[in-house]
């Protein structure tokens, strides 16, 4: 796969060039490029993209108004698309928004309903998520109560900033770390996007949610209690999503919410179905569950990996496995393999790991393996 930080290419910054030397009297395209392209091979993706922006801030006209007059005008003029958002001739758009994007937060903390009006039109030509943050921890009431009027804007793109510019721990994003500590202001907004027609605005939704859901779980079970009651399937994917971490934890409001009770069953395992267990390859196990209920129940089962780690500890992490309903009386018999694989975000260490089920969020079993990172010859 391509690295993202190739999208921040020298074709681009060319294109850029081209667009600004249309608006810039006496704009020295050669040595803007040269200056640009001189050091962005040897930068990482954040990295150029505030090179080309440093740079082009130099080019740019001090006043405030003819500076962004100059950004709006080299925008791509088709927003909203999803397929292609490539720059061209025509204007600039998908990833040359991210400099240009900084541009705004460099410049325009002053002035919020030009900043913001500007923002807005960028993020339909990708997105302004990571740009409207230091306006929100700059001055929040200002910066919500403007985008509280895009809840209802044609564009998909507007609406979805409202709720994930937001966010209080939107990833690679600045922490807003007054909504971290009351995430109440946001609230009016999520409610009035939490139907929206557009899957793209309601996941968004969801992902905030489980944003808040980090700091404040008590608030989340309560909201999807109360957004639970009447839901279409659309809200009810959105509210699952948006707890899937608390129930995850076994949060027992959250559970509740959901109509999930404590079980009531006997489990025997989880069994590991080998002696050795290979990196590379993977752990098979089975579990059988007993009802002892007299009625059906529905359960909600995840495992939990204890993996071991570099200080020879371990550590658990929970993988969704299946929903499923148990009638009164039954027993079910299930196996699951998990892989164990090169992955990017997880180091293996050979030695005893170990697996455990967790249901409705309590947890039943603890089945050590060790894990080989070899086989013998």
Known sequence: M???????????????????????????????????????????????ARHIADVTGRYLPVDLDERYAVLEAIL??????EVDRASDERGIRGWGMMPLGMLVTDSGLSDYE??????????????????VRPFLDENQHQALSIMATWVSDPSVHVRRLVSEGTRPRLPWGMRL????????????????????????????????????????????????????????????????????????????????AFGLNPPEVSVTGPQILESEVFYGKGVNFAVEIQSESSKPQELILDYVIHFKKANGRLSPKVFKWTKMLLPAGDTLRLQRKHP???????????????????INGKDYGYSEFALLMQESV
Not at 114 to 131: D, G, I, N
């Open 2 to 48: 391509e690295p993202f930080k190739n999208k921040i290419s020298p074709d681009l910054v060319r294109c850029i060039s081209g667009h600004l030397e249309k608006h810039l009297k006496d704009f020295d395209r050669s040595a803007y490029e040269t200056e640009i392209l001189v050091e962005l091979e040897k930068l990482e993706l954040k990295q150029r």
């Open 76 to 81: 791509h003029p088709v927003a909203d698309t």
């Open 114 to 131: 030009k900043s913001f009006a500007l923002l807005k039109e960028m993020t339909k030509r990708a997105t302004a998520e990571f740009e």
């Open 177 to 256: 770390k007054k909504l971290c500590e009351d995430p109440t202001p946001t609230l009016p907004l999520l409610e009035a996007l939490k139907d929206d027609p557009e899957e793209y605005v309601r996941r968004s939704v969801a992902n905030h949610l489980n944003d808040i859901a980090k700091d404040h779980p008590d608030l989340v079970a309560e909201i999807a209690e109360r957004w639970l009651k009447d839901a279409d399937k659309k809200r009810e994917k959105l509210v699952r999503h948006a707890c899937r971490s608390l129930v995850k934890q076994g949060h027992a409001p959250t559970l509740a």
């Open 340 to 358: 164990i694989k090169p992955i990017t975000t997880r180091t293996y260490y050979e030695g005893t790991q170990a697996i455990g089920l967790r």
